[in-house]
């Protein structure tokens, strides 16, 4: 029997994790969970003490994560090299700890295998995409990114106010430095364009075939010039898996920029991730809106597997009403 690898991204709410790995339990999945090295990991490996009989494997060298960082590329990459050294897996599903099926988990296992190999990714090309109205990858990479100098600045102020509006002001520090070291070395748009890879970008989260995972590996690990790039680039987590895919051959992808087609389609995405950018009819500030249980009929009509995000602790009853319906 082919199997699939749920690999998860956690950092907070262990008992909504516990609660993901229950709506998925079946013996054709396997789940594999990097915790945020900066939170204590009993309390998620406590939650799921009631499930120690399903193949849950957690990532034991774990890493500090932080946004638009490379630290969550290694996160991921640490999660799919465990799952791709342990197991024999068709299928690699990418998942937050905020994510949640929308699917049952036969139809998502059926729906997987009967489409492989196709890659479910969220990927572009970044010169390309402005032109479908893709604004957001219009500045990325022309500008030298110190991850390093703004992990320091966040440390330092804490991340309430790193995030803040009045967090712009000392982040102002990082981008002056950034400017001039833009300068001196160059853009990583254009040391990109000196290596065999495209840049392309799309969201972090992913359903991939066993050969990508092992393409993707396979950069992360030998290719030290892709990770120097890629540590020196806004936004890495949502172009380094795009960037090194573009190198595989015979990649099978849907039709990247038919989610830009309407407000309905960017949400019920390619990736078959239902993303909840837009609240009543509003376009979200660039973060994900929290889905409830008002939602449900829209989510009942998508075609996506999973959606994001989601939050017990606000609204739970959306959660318990897929739980009753998958």
Not at 190 to 208: E, N, P, V
Request: overall charge positive; aromatic content about 16%; glycine content about 4%.
């Amino acid at each position: 029997m082919d199997k699939i690898a749920i690999l998860i991204l956690g950092h907070k709410n262990p008992n909504q994790i516990s609660k993901l790995v229950s709506s998925l339990a079946n013996s054709y999945f396997d789940f594999y969970i990097h915790i945020d090295k900066k939170v204590d990991i009993l309390p998620f490996q406590k939650s799921l003490e009631n499930l120690k009989d399903m193949g849950i494997f957690f990532v034991k060298d774990r890493v500090k994560t932080y946004f638009f960082d490379f630290s969550l590329i290694d996160a991921t990459c640490k999660c799919a090299n465990l799952a791709y050294t342990k197991g024999v897996y068709k299928y690699f599903v990418l998942l937050s700890g905020q994510d949640y099926p929308i699917k049952s988990k036969n139809y998502i296992y059926e729906y997987l295998i009967k489409n492989y190999p196709m890659c479910w990714i969220d990927m572009y090309r970044v010169d390309e995409a402005a032109l479908h109205g893709v604004n957001w990858v219009k500045n990325i990479g022309y500008f030298y990114t110190s991850q390093h100098l703004r992990k320091i600045i966040l440390n330092i102020v804490g991340n309430k106010f790193y995030f803040s509006k009045y967090g712009k002001l000392v982040k102002l520090f990082a981008v002056i430095y950034d400017r001039i070291m833009t300068l001196i070395k160059g853009a990583p748009r254009d040391w990109l364009k000196s290596t065999q890879y495209t840049y392309s970008a799309g969201s972090h989260f992913w359903i991939l075939p066993d050969i990508a995972i092992e393409h993707i590996l396979n950069n992360y690990f030998y290719d030290k010039n892709l990770k120097k790039i890629f540590s020196h680039i806004g936004a890495p987590e949502e172009s380094y898996f795009q960037t090194s895919l573009s190198t595989m051959k015979n990649l099978l992808l849907p039709n990247e920029f038919s989610q830009f087609e309407s407000p309905e389609k960017e949400m019920d995405n390619p990736a078959l991730r239902l993303i909840k950018w837009y609240s009543n009819g509003v376009k979200t500030n660039g973060h994900p809106d929290i889905w409830k249980i008002a939602d449900k009929d829209f989510i009942d009509n998508a075609n996506a597997l999973f959606a994001r995000k989601f939050d017990m602790n606000i609204d739970v009853s959306i959660l318990n009403y897929l739980d009753s319906k998958c």
